[in-house]
């Protein structure tokens, strides 16, 4: 793959027969891509085993776009107003490849469009820059990034909170489908299913 400044990355290391564990700890490119994500209600639910399209994720991808420290991202954060009247809130996003200007459109059209029915689900926020790694490993979260929002932890269902692999969901589709339309993939999707997560990713949105 080639960057605009001449960066280059390899887009296949080569290596075969990677187990999932493997390509979610050692991905290339190729892996980060393999597995398609379908937009929309009408996706294949729930997940199949280890069918989690955008958890696998090469990090240079993100260090070399967003940022490879903490400082460094710190430097391309702006503020988002995420929706005003329903949360209220200021949230820092990455201005970096139009992340932010993207999560004011989905504030917007929620705001817009989702009855107060929906508002439950979305008046508080459980945060989006934060440098840290995945519980449980040594990989960065996409919050390292400033590129992903968690939405109410209330009506949220994370598989590490459950113990068991039992796809659990109640967030509903109209408030995916705005992410979705605007560049985010959500971790509802995921046979380690995460449904308060919404991550920038618009290079597997890609029609
Ligand atoms: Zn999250």
């Not at 280059?8 to 080569?14: L, S």
């Not at 958890?55 to 240079?60: D, G, L, M, T, V």
């Not at 776009?65 to 702006?78: A, N």
């Not at 408030?175 to 605007?182: G, N, P, T």
């Amino acid at each position: 793959m080639y960057w605009k400044d001449g960066t280059k990355m390899q887009w296949d290391d080569g290596i075969q027969n990677k187990t999932h564990d493997e390509k979610l700890d050692n991905p290339d490119l190729e892996d980060m891509m393999s597995q398609k994500y379908v937009k929309g209600s009408n996706w294949d639910s729930p997940p199949a085993e280890n069918f989690e399209p955008g958890r696998i994720r090469y990090e240079p991808f993100f260090t070399k776009m967003y940022g490879s420290s903490s400082g460094e991202v710190q430097r391309s954060l702006v503020s988002v107003s995420w929706l005003p009247s329903i949360c209220g809130c200021t949230v820092q996003f990455n201005n970096i490849n139009g992340a932010a200007a993207q999560l004011q459109k989905v504030s917007d059209e929620i705001e817009a469009s989702l009855g107060k029915e929906f508002h439950k689900y979305i008046n508080k926020t459980a945060g989006t820059f934060n440098w840290r790694k995945i519980a449980g490993t040594n990989r960065l979260s996409t919050h390292a990034f400033g590129t992903s929002i968690d939405i109410n932890t209330k009506y949220s269902n994370y598989w590490q909170w459950d113990g068991n692999m039992v796809w659990k969901n109640q967030i509903p589709m109209e408030i995916v489908e705005i992410f979705e339309k605007h560049g985010f993939i959500w971790g509802g999707k995921w046979y380690h299913y995460d449904t308060m997560h919404f991550e920038y990713r618009p290079e597997l949105l890609v029609d």
